[in-house]
C-alpha cells in the first residue's frame, strides 16, 4: 500500500552526462497515482518529499514513514495535498472534503491521513519548525495574478494557495498556473532560484499531449518529456520551464531558505543554450 523511493540530489556537472533514460530516472516523477496505493519519493533537495494517493477502492492511510525518521510524517513536517478528479476526503485533524482542484494544508502535528473518495491526491511535504493552522483552501480563495500574453503563446494566471499571501506556512509554497488556450510556454524567460528547489506535476493534457519540460543550468539546457499527471523535480541550479503541444496546468511547489515568490535571478535569452 505504502512505497517509497528515495532521490538523492545530483550536482549540475553530473547531470550535465546523462543521457535521456538517466534524466527520467534522477528528475521525473511517474507512477505516483496507482490505485489501492501511496507512493512517495523522498528528496534530498530541501528534503522535500512528492507523491500520490490513489483510494481506489477502498480508504488509504498515511502515516509513519521510515526516511522522515519519525513516528508519523506530519510529527515535525508540513504538507500540501492537492486534489485531482473526483470529489474525496482527507482525515486528519479533521475532516476535508474536496473537489479537483482544491489544496489542503496540514500543519506540523496535525497526526495520520486518511484519503478517502475517487480521484486522486497530489501530496507535497517539506520540514517544519512551527505549527500553523491546517486549512483547506479553494481557488476563489487564492491570490493570482495574470501575466503573458497570447501573441509570445504564454497568456497564463498562477494562483497562489500556500503562499505568505493567503496564508502562513513555515517553507512550503504551493500554487497552480493555467495556460489560455493557444498558450504553451512557462516560466519562459526563465529564471532560477538558487536558494530554494521547486516541484512540478503538469495536469490537465489529453492523452496524447505531451510537455516538454525544460532543466539544467542555463547554458546547458536538457529536457523531459513529460504526459499528464508526469512531473520533474527542479533542483535549485536548475531553470525550469515548459512547452507544450497544447495549453495546460501545472502544479508547482518549492521548499528551502525563502518564500519570497519573486526571489528569482532571470536568466536571459541570449545565455540559454
Known amino acids: 500500500m505504502l512505497n517509497i523511493e528515495i532521490r538523492h540530489a545530483i550536482d549540475p556537472v553530473t547531470a550535465s552526462t546523462f543521457d535521456t533514460s538517466e534524466l527520467r530516472e534522477h528528475f521525473q516523477t511517474s507512477n505516483l497515482f496507482v490505485p489501492g496505493e501511496i507512493n512517495l519519493i523522498y528528496t534530498h533537495y530541501d528534503r522535500m518529499i512528492v507523491g500520490g494517493a490513489?483510494?481506489?477502492?477502498?480508504?488509504?492511510?498515511?502515516?509513519h514513514v521510515a526516511p522522515c525518521g519519525t513516528d508519523s510524517i506530519l510529527d515535525r513536517r508540513e504538507m500540501t495535498i492537492v486534489k485531482l478528479g473526483g470529489p474525496g476526503k482527507v482525515t486528519c485533524d479533521a475532516e476535508?472534503?474536496?473537489?479537483?482542484?482544491?489544496?489542503?494544508?496540514?500543519g506540523m502535528g496535525a497526526g495520520k491521513i486518511t484519503f478517502s473518495g475517487e480521484g486522486?491526491?497530489?501530496?507535497?511535504?517539506?520540514p517544519a519548525h512551527q505549527t500553523y493552522p491546517s486549512r483547506l483552501i479553494k481557488i476563489a480563495e487564492a491570490a493570482n495574478v495574470t501575466l503573458g500574453a497570447a501573441e509570445n503563446c504564454n497568456e497564463r494566471t498562477i494562483y497562489q494557495f500556500v503562499h505568505p499571501d493567503v496564508m502562513k506556512s513555515c517553507q512550503l509554497v504551493v500554487g497552480m498556473t493555467k495556460l489560455q488556450k493557444g498558450s504553451i510556454?512557462?516560466?519562459m524567460p526563465a529564471h532560477v532560484h538558487d536558494r530554494r528547489m521547486e516541484a512540478y506535476l503538469y495536469i490537465d493534457l489529453d492523452e496524447e499531449a505531451r510537455v516538454f519540460h525544460m532543466m539544467g543550468e542555463p547554458d546547458e539546457t536538457r529536457h523531459l518529456v513529460l504526459k499528464n499527471e508526469e512531473g520533474a523535480i527542479s533542483p535549485p541550479w536548475s531553470i525550469h520551464c515548459g512547452a507544450g503541444t497544447s495549453n495546460y496546468t501545472f502544479i508547482w511547489a518549492m521548499a528551502g531558505d525563502n518564500v519570497n515568490y519573486k526571489d528569482v535571478e532571470m536568466v536571459s535569452m541570449e545565455t540559454l543554450k
Open 54 to 63: 490513489c483510494p481506489a477502492d477502498g480508504p488509504l492511510e498515511l502515516d
Open 185 to 187: 510556454w512557462n516560466t
Open 120 to 126: 486522486r491526491f497530489y501530496i507535497l511535504s517539506a
Open 96 to 106: 476535508y472534503d474536496m473537489v479537483h482542484g482544491d489544496m489542503l494544508y496540514l
